[in-house]
T-cell receptor
Framework: DAGVTQSPTHLIKTRGQQVTLRCSPK?????VSWYQQALGQGPQFIFQ???????QRGNFPDRFSGHQFPNYSSELNVNALLLGDSALYLC?????????????FGPGTRLTVL | KQEVTQIPAALSVPEGENLVLNCSFT??????LQWFRQDPGKGLTSLLL?????REQTSGRLNASLDKSSGRSTLYIAASQPGDSATYLC??????????FGAGTTVTVRA
């Protein structure tokens, strides 16, 4: 049973560029959440997608956007990259409720902005 | 806004000693609390999930307790091993569909 997968593993971009990160949820899961983890800190919630719509959003600017596809996979897009966007981006998947179930995390994408 | 605090930030113990990791949260209206392990540069591995109606959960050498009224959870790891060295994160699930994380406790178990 494949767990949560993310691509790419690492990414280097320069300020002002745009980036797209991808996530495939664990088999049987239909809800995907994205988190940003800066070095030495706990993950911060970006947003959650369910039924191809953004269900909840954290305190992140509109430069951060996402999408969920009919097969439940998801993309995170970040426009106009800033140095402060350098972080580990984590994707988590869960079943429909998203509240009572364990959330399973992928290995993350390490984004470096120069 | 839910605030989650983990104390201590770092912990170093000799092999065989029991570990006690603390987590506190400000809003007791939670759905569940989850403990994760994170190895350097890696993703999160779920260790234990405690529903709001539960007082504790156990898995092997791990035991986690939850006291909602006081806003506290404790993770106990018995008979620590060098392989237990990692960062342990506490996360609180609330009715806004997100997990609120603490900054973690970095554990080093010395052989």
């Amino acid at each position: 049973d494949a767990g949560v997968t993310q691509s790419p593993t690492h990414l280097i971009k320069t300020r002002g560029q745009q980036v797209t990160l991808r996530c495939s949820p664990k088999s049987g899961h239909d809800t995907v959440s994205w988190y940003q983890q800066a070095l030495g800190q706990g993950p911060q919630f970006i947003f959650q997608y369910y039924e191809e719509e953004e269900r909840q959003r954290g305190n992140f600017p509109d430069r951060f956007s996402g999408h969920q596809f009919p097969n439940y996979s998801s993309e995170l897009n970040v426009n106009a990259l800033l140095l402060g966007d350098s972080a580990l981006y984590l994707c988590a998947s869960s079943r429909r409720t998203g509240l009572m179930d364990t959330q399973y995390f992928g290995p993350g994408t390490r984004l470096t902005v120069l | 806004k839910q605030e989650v605090t983990q104390i201590p930030a770092a912990l170093s113990v000799p092999e065989g000693e029991n570990l006690v990791l603390n987590c506190s949260f400000t809003d007791s209206a939670i759905y569940n609390l989850q403990w994760f392990r994170q190895d350097p540069g890696k993703g999160l591995t779920s260790l234990l999930l405690i529903q709001s109606s539960q007082r504790e959960q156990t898995s092997g050498r791990l035991n986690a307790s939850l006291d909602k009224s006081s806003g506290r959870s404790t993770l106990y790891i018995a008979a620590s091993q060098p392989g237990d060295s990692a960062t342990y994160l506490c996360a609180v699930g609330s009715n806004d569909y997100k997990l609120s994380f603490g900054a973690g406790t970095t554990v080093t178990v010395r052989a």
